[in-house]
């Protein structure tokens, strides 16, 4: 069974790492502030889970799920995520990280940066417009009437692909924004982010999403 290292331990990285153990997946997950402020969270996941360092878990990952504030990237181990899918649940909020030239000017995107950040990774937006509580809570079997639909964008047709299946057995239809460049569609202040849409509902919204520069 694929293993999938999550490193970040907040709302984010707990729900799915919750979701992860309930669909059958091994987990290990990180935070900042060591394995040993994971006991509690590792007990509810139960045997399928347990906690380590972000070195640890990177290394441990078939797929790395990277939920960490924004301006935390730079800390992503490299090496040991090489070769592999990594899926970013980012968010740019310049109240919080400060601004950021580069995506003020809509020069970059959050997981593009991130894909810079790990050259040798296939990098996939994932999880970032649902807010924490609503991946366990608005999961639904595929073919349920108005059944969830979340967006990923990727430079890589298997990485996109797997976020998409990872969607869907955890209980959510997808849509492929197509590649990072056009990741921005789905993050904040755009119609999509956030709101609960099927996914003929996402399509649209990705269609209204107009880039605008950053309030100073």
Do not use: C
Not at 51 to 72: I, K, Q
Not at 105 to 118: I, K, S
Not at 190 to 204: G, H, S
């Amino acid at each position: 069974m694929t293993t999938i290292g999550i490193i970040g331990a907040g709302h984010i990285g707990s729900q799915v790492a919750r979701a992860a153990v309930a669909n059958g997946y091994e987990v290990v997950i990180a935070n900042s502030r060591g394995p040993e402020t994971l006991a509690e969270l590792v007990a509810e996941l139960g045997p399928k889970a347990r906690a380590a360092t972000a070195h640890e878990a990177a290394e441990a990952a078939d797929v790395a799920v990277v939920t960490v504030p924004f301006t935390a990237i730079g800390s992503i181990p490299v090496e040991p995520l090489a070769g592999k899918i990594v899926i970013d649940t980012n968010n740019y909020y310049f109240e919080r990280d400060g601004h950021v030239a580069a995506l003020d000017e809509r020069r970059q995107t959050v997981t593009g940066m991130l894909q810079a950040h790990l050259p040798a990774s296939r990098v996939a937006k994932g999880f970032n417009h649902i807010m924490a509580k609503d991946i366990t809570a608005d999961a639904k079997p595929a073919g349920t009437a108005r059944r969830r639909a979340l967006a990923t964008a990727s430079d890589f047709d298997d990485a996109a692909q797997f976020v998409t299946d990872l969607y869907d057995r955890f209980g959510f239809d997808a849509v492929n924004v197509g590649p990072l460049s056009e990741s921005w569609r789905v993050e904040r202040d755009q119609p999509a982010y956030v709101a609960p849409q099927t996914r003929d509902e996402l399509v649209a919204n990705l269609a209204k999403a107009e880039r605008r520069a950053a309030a100073a």
